[in-house]
């Protein structure tokens, strides 16, 4: 089955409605995603936590999300599961209710627990929706599906911003308002299942021919570097960027209150700006691989980001401060649906092990660097840990040792 969903990718048109639709439900998931991190501030105040025990719920999260991606994937390729989607759903209204009614730390983790799983089932799927959906147009497919991702975080502390900090009071008990928007998520998630479910259907007489000859044209580009060790690679690039990422959703409130002395109510703004920017970089980046080529994409964002990442620590304004991460933002973000759709091309028929891979790893590589950040921001400072990130993009050099795939 996931061969023919290669041929469909080429042979219809791109289903435009499908993708924003797509965009849209990815958008639901990725804002409960965000809202935990912008709830940070709130728990660390409450419960009295340290920066590590703040990383270890990121962890927690990440890790539930991240763990059962790649064999989430594995098995949709096989057996695609069309109402997948809802069941994401509907495991993240149980977490956003537990989460807003969660007493202590155990049921805390609980929480972010189910709307990890969520994520892990949402990505992979999703993947392949967006891959079915295409119609040839593979870097701006994913570039769509991606950019309801990014525009989902930057919402997230927005939303925390009003719902939980203005009209909650800063109340964790607000938190429950979210789960009015993850019962619009499972309403909006049903009529990609319906069109998923008559995709499959037509698809199941489509020859294998096609798939195959464009398999072995990608295979034949890249007979001088291994498959496995250019995926390798991919992984690294993503971790990077990841990583930095992850240095700011999680810690750069703090980073503005201890540096500049601004409120906790007014940093949401900021982190909104970083993820917005994020998002619309997410969307650029998608067709300009498509345009230009996967690899180009990939050094763009590494040569372009990397000044601005090194600078911004040094930077005495908040406002310097703010127009330097939303740019350095953007410019990461475009490599991602490269990355992802360089990946798919080098191994065809495997959509949604590449989407569960990349997306797990991704996840999974934060669990354990927000961890680690946070033991480092408790022994040394947050502005260490942000010197120390801002080396991060230089990772991407690695792009020297990946091959042009031709098509």
């Known amino acids: 089955m996931a061969t023919n969903?290669?041929?469909?990718?080429?042979?219809?048109?791109?289903?435009?409605?499908?993708?924003?639709?797509?965009?849209?439900?990815?958008?639901?998931?990725?804002?409960?995603q965000s809202v935990i991190p912008a709830i940070f501030p709130l728990l660390k105040s409450e419960l009295a936590l340290s920066f590590?025990?703040?990383g270890l719920i990121s962890t927690v999260f990440q890790f539930s999300s991240s763990i059962f991606q790649p064999l989430v994937g594995w098995y949709c390729d096989k057996h695609p599961m069309p109402y997948a989607l809802t069941a994401a759903m509907c495991s993240t209204f149980f977490g956003i209710i537990l989460l807003s009614q969660a007493g202590n730390y155990t049921l805390i983790l609980l929480a972010v627990t189910f709307i990890g799983f969520g994520s892990a089932i949402t990505h992979p799927e999703a993947t392949r929706l967006a891959f079915l959906a295409s119609g040839g147009?593979?870097?701006?497919?994913?570039?769509?599906?991606?950019?309801?991702?990014?525009?989902?975080?930057?919402?997230?502390?927005?939303?925390?911003?009003?719902?939980?900090?203005?009209?909650g009071g800063g109340k964790q008990s607000s938190i429950i308002w979210f789960s009015l928007l993850s019962v619009a998520a499972i309403?909006?998630?049903?009529?990609?299942?319906?069109?998923?479910?008559?995709?499959?259907?037509?698809?199941?007489?489509?020859?294998?021919?096609?798939?195959?000859?464009?398999?072995?044209t990608i295979r034949a580009a890249n007979d001088n570097l291994p498959i496995a060790f250019t995926i390798f690679i991919l992984l690294v690039l993503v971790f990077s960027k990841n990583l930095y990422t992850?240095?700011?959703?999680?810690?750069?409130?703090?980073?503005?209150?201890?540096?500049?002395?601004?409120?906790?109510?007014?940093?949401?703004l900021f982190l909104?700006?970083?993820?917005?920017?994020?998002?619309?970089?997410?969307?650029?980046?998608?067709?300009?691989?498509?345009?230009?080529?996967?690899?180009?994409?990939?050094?763009?964002?590494?040569?372009?980001?990397?000044?601005?990442?090194?600078i911004m620590p040094l930077v005495n304004s908040i406002w310097a401060t703010c127009a330097l991460s939303m740019c350095a933002g953007a410019i990461m973000a475009s490599a991602f649906p490269a990355i992802i759709i360089y990946a798919q091309e080098l191994m065809p028929g495997k959509v949604g092990t590449v989407g569960g891979l990349f997306?797990?790893?991704?996840?999974?590589?934060?669990?354990?660097?927000?961890?680690?950040?946070?033991?480092?921001?408790?022994?040394?400072?947050?502005?260490?840990?942000?010197?120390?990130c801002a080396y991060l993009p230089l990772i991407g050099l690695l792009t020297w040792y990946l091959p042009n795939v031709k098509r």
């Open 5 to 32: 969903i290669k041929v469909e990718a080429s042979a219809q048109k791109t289903s435009y409605i499908i993708l924003w639709t797509l965009c849209g439900c990815h958008c639901f998931n990725d804002t409960f």
């Open 52 to 54: 590590f025990w703040i």
């Open 137 to 167: 147009r593979l870097g701006f497919a994913q570039s769509v599906f991606q950019v309801g991702g990014n525009a989902g975080a930057a919402l997230g502390p927005l939303l925390v911003f009003f719902v939980v900090y203005s009209f």
């Open 187 to 216: 309403l909006w998630s049903l009529p990609l299942s319906r069109w998923y479910v008559r995709r499959l259907k037509e698809q199941q007489e489509k020859p294998l021919a096609e798939t195959k000859a464009a398999s072995n």
């Open 246 to 268: 992850i240095s700011i959703s999680n810690f750069f409130t703090f980073y503005l209150m201890d540096k500049y002395g601004i409120t906790e109510h007014s940093s949401q």
């Open 272 to 310: 909104f700006a970083f993820l917005f920017a994020s998002a619309a970089g997410t969307l650029i980046g998608g067709s300009l691989g498509d345009k230009y080529g996967r690899r180009r994409i990939i050094w763009f964002s590494i040569l372009g980001a990397a000044p601005l990442t090194l």
């Open 359 to 388: 997306f797990g790893f991704s996840f999974g590589a934060g669990a354990i660097a927000s961890s680690l950040l946070g033991i480092l921001a408790d022994y040394q400072s947050i502005g260490f840990v942000y010197n120390v």
